[in-house]
């Protein structure tokens, strides 16, 4: 049935169709027809919806072009091993099945889907990842540093795109850990995934999911309340592959820092950006509920939490309610 409505839009361009011509067309009801338009929205085709004239194709699906990618890095290591998929499970998945083959995965490969079939989320949550609307991508680090200091490069990950935002002038603020908010709610998140030996990371695969063209209604009524995407925050539609390289560069930027002079600078630029410290909280761990007044990052990227005068509570982890 979309390929039909593709093919009838193919055969009109650029003219309005009804919804009654449409189901006429297509031997189906009004509402079939609107929940098809919805479906290929979903699936990235522009098509305008005017209450008197129906429904006009603007244009396919965007996709993400290495050629354009690789004319717009301006990174030194990260990104320039590129692949782009599709569609994947997930690109964390794919970077650690790649990262077992004999020939491994060099620091900086990137890889990215336009859509994810089992995007994956912190705490075991699924992620949303319509087709060609947002950044699913994972980027393969080989810092050389003890499993212990892998919250540090979650924060410096969600650093680095929260300060692309600001740049944008798109008021992003970073929830401990990892969460990117605008207004309140959630437009990006960080998974860093690692695998160690003897205690040293042999390879850390940071995903970076971010909302960029997501409307209203690529969101489920209830994570419509709490999600939202760059595009509706900034009111315009944003280049992905653009802000992809911006995010890489400063990602690099940042890297570097850290790689020289530690994760003191990294920390200081974490705590400005952040929508949690000064504020009391919650935190649900593995070992049960803590709360507290979130008052700073120890010098391993764990959020202290001040539980009563004088006692502080460090935190590496967790689920952070409030
Ligand atoms: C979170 O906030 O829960 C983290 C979300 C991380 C989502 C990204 S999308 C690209 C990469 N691949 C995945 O399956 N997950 C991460």
């Given at each position: 049935m979309l390929d039909q409505i593709?093919?009838?839009?193919?055969?009109?361009?650029?003219?309005?169709?009804?919804?009654?011509?449409?189901?006429?067309?297509?031997?189906?009801?009004?509402?079939?027809?609107?929940?098809?338009?919805?479906?290929?929205?979903?699936?990235?085709?522009?098509?305008?919806?005017?209450?008197?004239?129906?429904?006009?194709?603007?244009?396919?699906?965007?996709?993400?072009?290495?050629?354009?990618?690789?004319?717009?890095?301006?990174?030194?290591?990260?990104?320039?091993?590129?692949?782009?998929?599709?569609?994947?499970?997930?690109?964390?998945?794919?970077?650690?099945?790649?990262?077992?083959?004999?020939?491994?995965?060099?620091?900086?490969?990137?890889?990215?889907?336009?859509?994810?079939?089992?995007?994956?989320?912190?705490?075991?949550?699924?992620?949303?990842?319509?087709?060609?609307?947002?950044?699913?991508?994972?980027?393969?680090?080989?810092?050389?540093?003890?499993?212990?200091?892998?919250?540090?490069?979650?924060?410096?990950?969600?650093?680095?795109?929260c300060r692309v935002m600001n740049r944008m002038e798109i008021p992003a603020s970073i929830k401990w850990p990892n969460d990117l908010l605008i207004h309140g709610k959630k437009c990006a998140g960080i998974l860093l995934e690692t695998s160690a030996e003897d205690e040293r990371v042999k390879l850390a695969v940071a995903g970076i999911g971010i909302n960029v063209n997501l409307d209203t209604d690529d969101f489920d009524e209830a994570s419509v309340q709490r999600s939202t995407s760059l595009k509706i925050a900034a009111g315009r539609h944003i280049d992905r592959e653009s802000l992809l390289c911006d995010i890489l560069y400063e990602l690099e930027q940042l890297y570097d820092l850290y790689l020289q002079k530690g994760f003191e600078p990294i920390k200081s630029l974490w705590e400005?950006?952040?929508?949690?410290?000064?504020?009391?909280?919650?935190?649900?761990?593995?070992?049960?509920k803590i709360t507290g007044k979130a008052v700073g990052i120890n010098p391993w990227g764990a959020l202290i939490v001040e539980t009563s005068p004088g006692e502080c509570t460090p935190l590496y982890s967790g689920d952070l309610k409030s």
């Open positions: 593709l093919q009838l839009f193919a055969k009109h361009p650029g003219q309005f169709l009804s919804g009654e011509e449409i189901s006429n067309q297509l031997n189906c009801s009004r509402t079939a027809v609107w929940k098809h338009i919805r479906q290929l929205r979903k699936e990235g085709y522009l098509i305008e919806a005017q209450p008197r004239n129906g429904y006009r194709f603007i244009r396919e699906p965007e996709r993400i072009l290495p050629s354009r990618i690789a004319s717009m890095l301006r990174t030194k290591r990260l990104g320039h091993e590129l692949k782009v998929y599709e569609s994947l499970p997930s690109t964390q998945q794919k970077a650690f099945e790649i990262a077992a083959k004999e020939e491994g995965a060099q620091e900086g490969l990137l890889i990215v889907a336009e859509t994810q079939t089992a995007g994956k989320g912190r705490m075991g949550r699924s992620w949303l990842s319509p087709s060609g609307k947002g950044l699913w991508v994972s980027l393969v680090l080989k810092p050389s540093v003890t499993l212990q200091f892998t919250p540090q490069l979650t924060l410096l990950i969600a650093v680095a795109v400005a950006l952040s929508s949690t410290l000064q504020q009391t909280v919650t935190v649900e761990t593995l070992s049960g």
